[in-house]
Nanobody
Framework: QVQPVESGGGLVQAGGSLRLSCKASRAITSVFNSKIMGWYRQAPGKQRELVATITRLSSTNYSDSVKGRFTISRDNANKKIYLQMNSLRPEDTAVYYC????????WGQGTQVTVSS
């Protein structure tokens, strides 16, 4: 069972930046490369939401709430995806997870991002 591992979260002031990483070590490389991958987040008391996706050829899509501020990228050879987050806002505070675009893999523990005002 594939369970991605996320890292890179932390506490940052509004306007700051963070770069999240995710590695799907147990995925077969060819399978990882075939998947649309995504970053999700879940804020306290709210449902998990998909904020960014990337296809195997690095075509990207973003939710309106992060468009223009976040950038998703991937490293297929190392089975990793990244999320560069700029101009962070307090409303970006959440636990961030990575998974396939359909959430078919097991969920990892996520990485906490806290943005102070």
């Amino acid at each position: 069972q594939v369970q991605p591992v996320e890292s890179g979260g932390g506490l940052v002031q509004a306007g700051g930046s963070l770069r999240l990483s995710c590695k799907a070590s147990r995925a077969i490389t060819s399978v990882f490369n075939s998947k649309i991958m995504g970053w999700y987040r879940q804020a306290p008391g709210k449902q998990r939401e998909l904020v960014a996706t990337i296809t195997r050829l690095s075509s990207t899509n973003y939710s309106d709430s992060v468009k223009g501020r976040f950038t998703i990228s991937r490293d297929n050879a190392n089975k990793k995806i990244y999320l560069q987050m700029n101009s962070l806002r307090p409303e970006d505070t959440a636990v961030y997870y990575c998974n396939t675009g359909t959430g078919e893999w097991s969920w990892g523990q996520g990485t906490q991002v806290t943005v102070s005002s």
